[in-house]
């Protein structure tokens, strides 16, 4: 079912004091962000992002005082970001547990993302809950978001619960009226006021995230072979292609017997099992999208048969891609 949206626009801070703000001050940072692959370690520099002392500290410290959940998301992903988080909203928990209401609110996310790439946007939900994204820039790029909400922004009515009520029936929602109904009445209910300066606190903070991601950019341009960097970039652009050694070697300016020696080096791991990880890392945020088959995600991601997909992701996770999504998603 397509979901219906209400775009509003707390807070919103221009783009350029985020890009200035995480900006390396002198002529130098140009041609270092430069070197720094687009995309294809955007996702490790969110993961080192959100395992820092400073962002756990502050979400910590956001989610005691607000009563709110907060997450620190890729632009690339197929998971719902406060779920599981500290205060998550529980008639979003309880919604997510069915694929089909997973499905809908995956496709919210996926709006919301494509709004906030220069600024704090807002969207709202069909069952008239808000969520924002504030976006997070190393230098001109957008790596990242940052998120919260699973609040009203004014008080409910009972014909809203009562078409919740009828869309949770339809999608199979395991609970009962009663726990619907208080669920979804006891969502915290902000004034545009109060709201507008919490997302203003998350913009300041995000460009905090900026300054320690150009940090991390500098210091990653510093100790690895720019010929390494590149390579790993490459591979992300063309991972659904069928890739070999030789392919990347040449795209990099280097004999196939050296890059395979320099690659393991760096890396730790062969070329192969490189590729393969980053292409099962591309079908776990896949694999949580319930519409699309495993199949055609084992394709999508650059496997040429769904028995190696399968096999590889197996080894690389320790299950099948099928148990992966029904572990995940939380379905049979």
């Given amino acids: 079912m397509q979901a219906t949206f209400a775009n509003e626009n707390p807070g919103a801070v221009s783009e350029k004091p985020a890009v200035q703000n995480g900006a ?5 940072a140009k041609t270092l962000l430069a070197s720094v692959p687009a995309r294809g370690n955007d996702r490790a520099l969110i993961e080192m992002l959100s ?14 005082a607000t009563d709110l959940p907060m997450a620190l998301h890729p632009v690339e992903s197929w998971q719902l970001p406060l779920h599981g988080k500290r205060h998550e909203n529980p008639f979003c928990e309880l919604m997510s547990r069915k694929s089909r209401a997973c499905a809908a609110c995956l496709q919210v996310q996926e709006k ?28 001109d790029r957008l790596i990242g978001f940052l998120q919260t909400g699973q609040i009203f922004r004014k008080k409910p009515t009972q014909a ?47 460009q905090h ?8 950019a500098v210091q990653q341009c510093n100790t690895e072979p720019l010929a390494i960097t590149r390579a790993r970039e490459y591979i ?23 890059f395979c020696k320099m690659f393991k080096k760096i890396t730790g791991v062969n070329f192969t099992d490189y590729l393969s990880r980053v292409r099962i ?17 084992a394709f999508e991601v650059g496997f040429q048969s ?17 148990e992966y999504r029904s572990h995940t998603l939380g379905v049979a």
């Fill in 236 to 258: 992300q652009e063309h991972q659904t292609e069928d890739l070999s050694l030789g392919q990347v070697a040449k795209a990099v300016n280097m004999s196939s017997f050296y």
């Fill in 51 to 64: 395992k820092s002392k400073i962002y756990q500290d502050y979400e910590r410290a956001f989610s005691e």
């Fill in 209 to 216: 995230l900026s300054v320690l991601s150009n940090q991390i």
């Fill in 112 to 139: 919301l993302r494509q709004r906030a790439a220069l600024q704090p946007e807002t969207i709202t939900c069909q069952h008239g809950l808000s969520d924002t994204a504030v976006p997070i820039r190393l230098g």
């Fill in 24 to 28: 390396i001050a002198g002529g130098k």
């Fill in 160 to 206: 809203q619960f009562e078409n919740v009520a009828r869309l949770a029936t339809e999608w199979g929602v395991a609970a009962d009226r009663e726990e619907l109904k208080q669920t979804y009445f006891d969502t915290p209910v902000l004034s545009n006021t109060h709201y507008d300066s919490i997302v203003r606190l998350l913009s300041i903070f995000a």
């Fill in 306 to 322: 769904l028995t190696h997909f399968n096999r590889v992701f197996k080894k690389v996770l320790g299950q099948s891609p099928t």
């Fill in 281 to 297: 890392e591309k079908s776990k945020n896949l694999l949580l999208n319930p519409n699309l088959r495993v199949s055609e995600i």
